[in-house]
């Protein structure tokens, strides 16, 4: 009787199962519209009663993991990116969001194998980037004892963020707790109640006391906050949902985007609202910082022409209007989120990013004023401050020592809470160099291995083992050079060099060290700028074999260090190459060699010149007698040099030019000219093909100082100006 109940029923199943799958459609269709409107508190709702219905897809799982990721919720996120990266067609910002999720879970090991396995995606061939989460998260919460944090006693079970001072004694934030006052509004971005501006009381030790609603024509049934107040506290401007003189503002999309507006502190109410100047419905502009003096405000927006999410822009007062809103530019601005300015008393901005390296979620950034409203590079600030989660709307008063921020965590009261901090020490950026030590045979790590720091002149810095995961670690100065060495029985010493000269940047740089067998012989050499201190990557290294003319090629990374594996009894030519360089060239043996390494920088120093094109460069030893051609043999051997550049170098066009002083008469030009074509002849014996060189003499029609005919000047000044230089004229294809 069962079995034949169940056969009966099974058609039915069957029928109602298609009939729920095709219902999907219509729920997917809902959330989707909400979606785009931004309100995914509502999409989540209708993508999860698609997946209940069977629609477990690429599409819809994606857009959950979406929503649940711009809500802030990472651990629901994380679970639908997990099915995500597991589509044969999925993009590599999948990988990325996943990463994301991964962090802001705490979970760095795994996120930052999925970060580097979205950064293979963008490798164009070059050296193998890494992420280093959990580099940084260490960096980041090394110095714990920095600030102490507690949480305020005004904080609800709602929403409490983004404390602002208003005057030295009270602050403005915002707050989700008039939630039962009237009919209850939510709002379809999170399902929470609509934001109101409250006041409090903010005592000397931080504490937040008589919470009471910001009176006025600031709260309206929208959302409002977070909102920066002028010195004196007479003028604060606020950010809202579009809403002015009692008419909602949209887009043409039908989206409610964020407004700065502008209100007057009319005797304890505030009233006299303006809008702001760059106000505009089509895009989102919110989140007002005005600096201490009141010259310029910060905001937030998504504008066009930024970098990707929000961007921080700034605006100066010019004489009681504000100037065109100008981007703080790639040291600020990611291509994530930057949110929640502020500037202290001294400009240091202060701001939230997702885009800068941090512990997850938002994290709390500070960037040094370097005057003319530029900025260094920002620093992390770390823990206990930053964590996991978002971390947002950092405030500091004029001591430098304590304020608030913002943040949602386990523990809290509900939602986002504000919590107040006391800075026991500066802010001091932390630099490191961390890299793994791999088994170049089989691409292991190597464990418990000792990894040495050398300073430029290779005195001893400092010594560190490699942990299980074959990882060093280093701390390491701005504007300094370094050499890591690493020795073990059976491998030729392992070397990376490094240059901290634009450090802050990546604030943690990787130099991989890779053991390779003391067996057969090995050509090795570190690359470098001539002209500036730092190791110069890109560039090809290839060696011809001279008696098969087989080559081989490899490129320098960051380090500028190659390593190539070379045969035994040959003669071999290494040309070293980099666009905008000057190529080098230089011959190597291993006539009678079975094994050994050969550092090509002992034969030649691997330091490469920009080619700049037009400039004239001078010779130092080609000189003549009065009235001479002839060259003398310091100035051939200094062609000769000359001309080993051009013959390495074959695609440059040269002139040779030749000048005299003043002194010299009508006949100067005549005789430079004999004397240019007596190199450029010279050169033409040393293998240059003439129609690449070309001569001129000058005579005194180009001076470099101020002595022409008829001036007295000195025998120094006049030697200025008689000399032999050479231009780049042009690089053939």
């Known amino acids: 009787m069962v079995r034949r109940i ?30 785009q409107q931004m309100a995914y508190a509502r999409a989540i709702e209708g993508y999860t009663t698609a997946t209940e219905l069977g629609a477990v897809n690429e599409h819809v ?53 999925w970060m580097d396995r979205y950064l293979a995606t963008l490798n164009d061939g070059g050296e193998k980037a890494r992420s280093n989460i959990s580099g940084f998260a260490r960096k980041f919460t090394a110095d714990m004892d920095r600030f102490t944090v507690r949480s305020v006693g005004i904080n609800t079970p709602f929403s409490d963020f983004g404390a602002t001072w208003l005057g030295d004694d009270k602050v403005v934030f915002s707050s989700a707790r008039n ?48 909102a920066t107040a002028s010195a004196d506290g007479s003028v604060i401007w606020f950010t809202r949902n579009g809403y002015f003189n009692g008419r909602t503002q949209k887009s043409t999309t039908g989206i409610n985007r964020l407004a700065i507006y502008k209100a007057y502190d009319k005797g304890g109410s505030w009233g006299d609202v303006e809008q702001f100047l760059y106000n505009n419905s089509e895009i989102s502009v919110g989140h007002p910082a005005l600096a201490p003096d009141g010259k310029r405000i910060f905001f937030v927006s998504d504008m066009p022409g930024g970098y990707g999410g929000t961007d921080i822009y700034m605006c100066l007062d010019q004489g009681g209007q504000w100037g065109e809103p ?21 400009n240091t901005l202060y701001f939230s990013s997702n885009g800068h390296p941090g512990l997850g979620g938002l994290d709390i950034h500070a960037a040094k004023y370097l005057g003319l409203d530029e900025y260094g590079s920002p620093m992390n600030v770390g823990a206990p401050v930053n964590g996991t989660l978002d971390d947002f709307a950092f405030i500091i008063d004029k001591s430098g020592k304590r304020g608030y921020f913002s ?17 026991t020490g500066p802010l001091e950026q932390r630099f490191l160099v961390t890299g793994l030590v791999i088994d170049e045979d089989n691409g292991s790590p190597l464990i418990d291995l000792e990894v040495r720091l050398l300073n430029k002149d290779g005195s001893l810095v400092g010594t560190t083992t490699t942990d299980a995961r074959g990882e060093y670690s280093f701390p390491v100065e701005k504007n300094k050079e370094y050499k890591l060495k690493v020795e073990m029985k059976g491998r030729y010493p392992g070397i990376q060099h490094l240059s901290t000269e634009r450090i802050e940047e990546q604030q943690i740089v990787t130099r991989d060290i890779h053991m390779v067998p003391d067996a057969g012989i090995w050509l090795r050499g570190t690359t470098r700028y001539k002209d500036r201190p730092g190791f110069l990557a890109g560039v090809k290294i290839t060696v011809v074999n001279m008696s098969s003319f087989f080559s081989e090629s490899s490129s320098t990374g960051e380090s500028g260090d190659f390593n190539m594996r070379l045969q035994s009894n040959e003669e071999f030519e290494v040309l070293l190459e980099k666009e905008g360089y000057y190529s080098i060239s230089v011959p190597v043996s291993t006539i009678g060699m079975k094994a050994g390494l050969i550092d090509l920088g002992e034969a030649r120093e691997l330091s490469f010149e920009p080619i700049d094109l037009g400039s004239p460069l001078p010779f130092k030893y080609v000189r003549w007698p009065k009235g001479e051609v002839k060259l003398d043999p310091i ?30 008469g009508a006949d100067a030009a005549r005789l430079d000219q004999r004397r240019a074509e007596a190199i450029v002849d010279y050169l033409v014996t040393r293998a240059v093909k003439r129609d690449r060189i070309t001569a001129k003499g000058y005579g005194f029609s180009r001076l470099k100082n101020h002595c022409a005919p008829g001036i007295s000047c000195t025998e120094e000044e006049h030697a200025e100006n008689r000399r032999v230089e050479f231009t780049v004229l042009e690089i053939l294809p």
């Not at 996120?77 to 999925?90: D, G, I, Q, S």
């Not at 100008?326 to 300015?341: R, Y």
């Open 61 to 113: 799982t994606k857009r959950l993991a979406e929503c649940y990721m711009r809500l802030g919720r990472s651990d629901e996120a994380e679970k639908w990116y997990a099915m995500v990266v597991k589509f044969l067609n999925r993009e590599p910002k999948d990988l990325f969001y996943y990463a994301e999720a991964l962090k802001s879970n705490g979970k760095y090991a795994e996120a930052e194998e």
């Open 179 to 226: 939630a039962t006052v009237g009919v209850e509004r939510r709002a379809a971005w999170n399902d929470q109640p609509f934001l109101d501006m409250f006041v409090a009381n903010a005592g000397p030790a931080g504490d937040l006391t008589n919470v009471r609603p910001l009176s006025g024509q600031v709260n309206s049934k929208l959302h409002e906050g977070p």
């Open 635 to 664: 100035a051939r051997t200094e062609l000769d040099a000359f001309a080993d550049r051009l013959n390495v170098n074959s695609a440059l066009k040269v002139e040779i030019g030749v000048h005299s002083d003043a002194r010299d």
């Open 326 to 346: 100008v981007n703080l530019g790639s040291a600020i601005n990611t291509a994530q989120n930057e949110v929640f300015p502020f500037v202290g008393t001294d």
């Open 407 to 423: 943040r949602d965590r386990p523990g809290g009261v509900g939602d986002d809470d504000i919590y107040t901090f006391e800075m």
């Open 6 to 35: 169940i056969s009966l029923l099974l058609p039915l199943f069957i029928s109602v199962l298609a009939m729920a799958q095709g219902n999907a459609d219509a729920y997917i269709n809902e959330a989707d519209r909400h979606f």
